[in-house]
């Protein structure tokens, strides 16, 4: 399948991250959002992040001025949709929400166009369910930050078809990313071992085990992880952790995946990590 025209849907930080590496790459990208502010942003953090690609010696000016060129940034879906070969969604993590976006998306893209979502643990079929294409529609599920991270799930959903899947995996080779093919559980494989972790991090927390960076640092040091689980979740967002451990309780249910109850209580008082300023450590200033 020729795939060169892709159309992303969100231009936070998950969005723009697929849209540089897509353009980097070659696509013509047209990235879309419901503010322009929201895409002026978005279009900052991509030039920032190429400039960090050109300081370290990876890309050169005249890649980053071609990469910068093939992204427009627009907020009329119809629009970007109409000309898209693949749209991968990477809107907020809430299922109504995504469904919804995948009605509309059914409804401007032409048959064939492959309709991926960048989900982290909401169910694939469900998502595809809400089309009249549950064929092309799947999981790529990338990892953040998006253009340094290897690695995509790519996940089928019940009726996801051989071809799409294939295509797919194919596709993220090109933009050497290391594609991982699974099947649609909730949480995937990356979030189902990943959250129980950081929340039972939490839980080490709320019981007074010990502090944060104690925790932090006793995985760091000695299980050799790169950062630890709770500078992890701030840097994920706490909200997020939240909603992925109510998908993987509700869709397992299963009690070993009860969200942390200090968990429940940071994201209520809109403690969620970095993007807030505060979470597990305190980011003001920073």
Do not use: W
Not at 106 to 122: E, F, H, K
Not at 153 to 168: H, K, L, M, P, S
Request: with cysteine; hydrophobic share 45%.
């Amino acid at each position: 399948m020729d795939i060169r025209n892709v159309c992303v849907v969100g231009a936070g930080t998950m969005g723009n991250g697929i849209a540089h590496v897509f353009a980097q790459y070659g696509h013509s990208v047209r990235l879309l959002d419901v503010r322009q502010d929201l895409l002026d942003s978005a279009v900052r953090t991509i030039g920032a992040n190429l400039d960090r690609q050109v300081r370290k010696g990876t890309l050169t000016e005249e890649n980053k001025a071609a990469t910068l060129g093939r992204i427009t940034a627009v907020t009329d879906l119809q629009a970007a949709a109409a000309t898209a070969d693949i749209v991968v969604e990477a809107a907020t993590e809430h299922a109504a929400t995504k469904k919804d976006i995948f009605r509309r998306l059914d409804a401007a893209c032409r048959p064939g166009v492959i309709l991926a979502t960048n989900t982290s643990s909401i169910s694939i079929t469900e998502i595809a369910a809400a089309t009249g294409r549950p064929a092309d529609v799947i999981g790529m599920h990338f990892m953040n930050p998006v253009p340094v991270m290897k690695l995509v799930e790519v996940i089928r959903g019940q009726a996801t078809a051989d071809a799409t899947c294939a295509a797919v995996m194919a596709l993220c080779g090109r933009m050497d990313k290391v594609a991982v093919e699974v099947n649609d559980y909730p949480g995937f494989v990356s979030n189902r071992i990943l959250m129980p972790m950081i929340n039972e991090a939490v839980y080490c927390v709320m019981e007074g085990v010990s502090s944060p960076e104690a925790i932090d640092t006793v995985m760091k040091l000695g299980m050799n992880h790169p950062m630890g689980p709770l500078a992890l979740a701030d840097f994920i967002g706490l909200d997020v952790c939240l909603a992925i451990m109510n998908v993987l309780h509700e869709g397992l249910g299963d009690p070993k995946y009860r969200p942390c109850p200090l968990l429940r209580r940071m994201v209520a008082a809109g403690h969620l990590g970095k993007k807030a300023g505060k979470g597990f450590y305190d980011y003001a200033g920073k």
